[in-house]
């Protein structure tokens, strides 16, 4: 196949010194391998008669050369940390990657026909179940994020050989986050990253908005820093040209625009409307025999499957990590839990060389500027890119390289809430840190306050959500973290609260506290930073009248201390008031409530943000919502004569 098919070789302005010859190539066993993927992947969704095969059929070519050309791996270690990476972000084509693998050699092509059954791992869209799948995709727009991380990871941290490739369809280029993802890429010069669009003119239901604009599409791509190479994506020699330039370019990534078309090779199907995710049903077998006439090699293929890796990917430990100090405070002094962070970074850092910092441009707030002064060079600067922010950072952490903890207000995960979700499925571990929590932090208003952020973390399967209240707590917190696998998130808050623990006390995940009890408890209150402070001045009121209370700090919020619960709400004659600084759904009370649903004899009195705040001073906020200590006094009162 020539270079120069629809007017779209690489572009004429670069210099032919650049590439390679198809001499070094063997081109008709390339094309041949493409025809055998689109076989494969026809076959596999004839199997489970679901799926993309008309997806799968625009990067055919893409996926031969990537795996029997360009890309270096190993079959008996597929996430060796020396290989290069690939992210199919059009986690629809799924059926294609694994016929790649199957191709390669990985399994037998056999097991491509157990595609999409409850009891196999070849799903509907790539997951880390799969030994060769390093993050879910499917929920489009966000592989290129992921691929950012694990090219600064390879770029910045390992400085090792090791490339990363993402392949994204333009359907999903209209996501914002794509646009997001390429702007940092260009920003951070990563010239071991490679964007492959695969432009097929077609969407899901209607054509895309660009169609084959290939002129529009370079622009953007050029603007965002990029080396921008159209070609023809069904051109083995053009596509082994632009990955061979790729490697060659300095200092700033490259976008592979592939022209391609969906359903291609597939008569009466090629670019057609209307044939997305439907497998080819009555008019399989016919494109099946199309298909196989234009193969010249049926037999194995003569190509080895990978080149050899370059060994220079450093070993990493990221076990065990400790804060190189114990937390030294006294007891009383006033801390903001979020200053408590940026101490807590600073010293896991100090003490683990592969402990990094990722920030929105929130650092002066969230405190992850701590991370500047012991090594800026693990500092990552996200900018105000909150998805993209969660992708790099679910990036870098890919494959065990690196321990990231993601910082920004609270309020603003929420705009990161599908990758968290993807991060989920994509059994990642990464550590969230959100300030700014609740109506505490006063006069911002409603905008920067989170008062959903325990909800959200909590609705995700592999989470811990830590929600520390003292300074104290809080660098235990980060540094239980660094250890649990999962996604974590640590809640700290703007205004400063008093340490209430010894710098030797020990926390446990799942396990409270009680900060203050006696004998003669007749109600048990939890809360939870400037909610706890709030307790333990109702409670000294409250003792001053005759009645004595309870105050409890859960410190993990998921998983909750039941028992822990349940046993001081018994002495306490089965009462208990929640108290906390967020919307009463899905917080602190809902798992309390959720705790002791089976319990007979106890009753909770639940104390939350129940409208949209508004501007004002912290207390006067706590106690026009109804969470400060006033309000807990009433609370009690009523609660004790229930």
């Given at each position: 196949m020539g270079c120069t098919l629809s007017g779209l070789a690489l572009d004429s302005r670069r210099s032919s010194s650049t590439v390679t010859t198809m001499s070094e190539v063997k081109s008709q066993d390339l094309e041949d391998i493409a025809n055998k993927l689109r076989v494969l992947s026809i076959k596999a969704t004839q199997a489970s008669n679901s799926g993309h095969p008309t997806s799968c059929a625009s990067m055919a070519e893409i996926m031969s050369v990537l795996f029997f050309h360009t890309m270096r791996y190993k079959l008996s270690a597929p996430k060796d940390a020396s290989s290069d990476r690939f992210i199919l972000s059009k986690g629809h084509a799924a059926p294609i990657l694994y016929a790649a693998w199957a191709e390669a050699g990985l399994f037998p092509r056999e097991d491509l026909m157990n595609l999409r059954k409850i009891d196999n791992d070849l799903e509907g869209h790539p997951t880390p179940r799969l030994n060769f799948v390093d993050v879910a995709t499917g929920s489009l727009g966000q592989g290129l994020s992921v691929a950012c991380g694990m090219a600064y990871a390879g770029k910045y941290f390992d400085k090792a050989s090791y490339r990363t490739y993402c392949l994204i369809g333009d359907g999903e280029s209209a996501e914002g986050s794509i646009w997001e993802a390429l702007?940092?890429?260009?920003?951070?010069?990563?010239?071991?990253?490679?964007?492959?669009?695969?432009?097929?003119?077609?969407?899901?239901?209607?054509?895309?908005?660009?169609?084959?604009?290939?002129?529009?599409?370079?622009?953007?791509?050029?603007?965002?820093?990029?080396?921008?190479?159209?070609?023809?994506?069904?051109?083995?020699?053009?596509?082994?040209?632009?990955?061979?330039?790729?490697?060659?370019?300095?200092?700033?990534?490259?976008?592979?625009?592939?022209?391609?078309?969906?359903?291609?090779?597939?008569?009466?199907?090629?670019?057609?409307?209307?044939?997305?995710?439907?497998?080819?049903?009555?008019?399989?077998?016919?494109?099946?025999?199309?298909?196989?006439?234009?193969?010249?090699?049926?037999?194995?293929?003569?190509?080895?499957?990978?080149?050899?890796?370059?060994?220079?990917?450093?070993?990493?430990?990221?076990?065990?990590?400790?804060?190189?100090?114990?937390?030294?405070?006294?007891?009383?002094?006033?801390?903001?839990?979020?200053?408590?962070?940026?101490?807590?970074?600073?010293?896991?850092?100090?003490?683990?060389?592969?402990?990094?910092?990722?920030?929105?441009?929130?650092?002066?707030?969230?405190?992850?500027?701590?991370?500047?002064?012991?090594?800026?060079?693990?500092?990552?600067?996200?900018?105000?890119?909150?998805?993209?922010?969660?992708?790099?950072?679910?990036?870098?952490?890919?494959?065990?390289?690196?321990?990231?903890?993601?910082?920004?207000?609270?309020?603003?995960?929420?705009?990161?809430?599908?990758?968290?979700?993807?991060?989920?499925?994509?059994?990642?571990?990464?550590?969230?840190?959100?300030?700014?929590?609740?109506?505490?932090?006063?006069?911002?208003?409603?905008?920067?306050?989170?008062?959903?952020?325990?909800?959200?973390?909590?609705s995700i399967p592999t989470a811990t959500v830590f929600y520390p209240s003292d300074a104290v707590s809080t660098e235990r917190a980060c540094e239980l973290a660094a250890n649990t696998p999962g996604i974590c998130f640590i809640r700290t808050s703007r205004p400063g609260t008093s340490v209430v623990y010894e710098n030797n006390h020990k926390f446990e995940i799942g396990k409270a506290s009680v900060i203050k009890s006696s004998s003669k408890d007749e109600v048990l209150v939890i809360g939870a930073a400037i909610t706890l402070r709030e307790a333990l001045t109702a409670a000294e009121k409250l003792s001053g009248e005759g009645t004595n209370v309870r105050v409890m700090d859960l410190f993990t919020i998921k998983p909750i201390d039941k028992d822990s619960i349940i046993k001081n709400a018994q002495e306490c004659g089965g009462r208990i008031i929640v108290v906390e600084d967020h919307y009463p759904e899905g917080g602190i009370g809902e798992a309390v409530m959720s705790a002791v649903a089976m319990e007979r004899n106890i009753i909770v009195r639940h104390l939350a943000v129940r409208r949209v705040p508004r501007s004002g001073k912290c207390d006067e906020l706590l106690d026009m919502y109804g969470i400060s200590a006033s309000a807990i006094v009433k609370a009690a009162k009523e609660i004790k004569n229930v």
């Open positions: 702007s940092f890429a260009g920003i951070k010069k990563l010239d071991n990253l490679v964007a492959i669009f695969d432009i097929n003119r077609l969407g899901q239901s209607e054509p895309t908005a660009f169609q084959h604009e290939m002129d529009v599409y370079r622009a953007r791509l050029e603007s965002f820093g990029f080396n921008a190479l159209v070609v023809d994506g069904h051109d083995v020699e053009a596509l082994c040209k632009a990955f061979h330039e790729a490697s060659q370019t300095k200092d700033k990534p490259t976008a592979v625009l592939a022209k391609t078309y969906k359903g291609r090779g597939f008569p009466s199907i090629e670019d057609e409307e209307n044939w997305h995710g439907k497998p080819l049903g009555s008019k399989a077998e016919q494109v099946i025999a199309h298909i196989e006439g234009q193969i010249k090699n049926a037999g194995p293929n003569n190509l080895v499957p990978q080149k050899p890796l370059h060994e220079d990917a450093p070993e990493v430990d990221i076990s065990n990590i400790k804060l190189a100090s114990p937390p030294d405070y006294k007891k009383g002094d006033k801390v903001a839990t979020r200053q408590a962070y940026g101490t807590a970074l600073s010293k896991l850092a100090e003490n683990n060389p592969r402990v990094v910092a990722l920030d929105g441009d929130t650092k002066n707030s969230t405190f992850s500027n701590a991370m500047l002064k012991t090594d800026p060079e693990r500092y990552i600067e996200c900018f105000i890119a909150e998805q993209n922010l969660v992708g790099v950072g679910i990036g870098v952490a890919c494959r065990d390289r690196t321990v990231a903890f993601v910082s920004t207000f609270a309020a603003f995960f929420t705009r990161a809430f599908d990758q968290l979700r993807m991060g989920a499925i994509s059994q990642t571990n990464l550590n969230c840190v959100g300030s700014h929590a609740g109506i505490s932090i006063g006069e911002d208003g409603p905008s920067q306050m989170a008062l959903e952020d325990l909800a959200m973390f909590r």
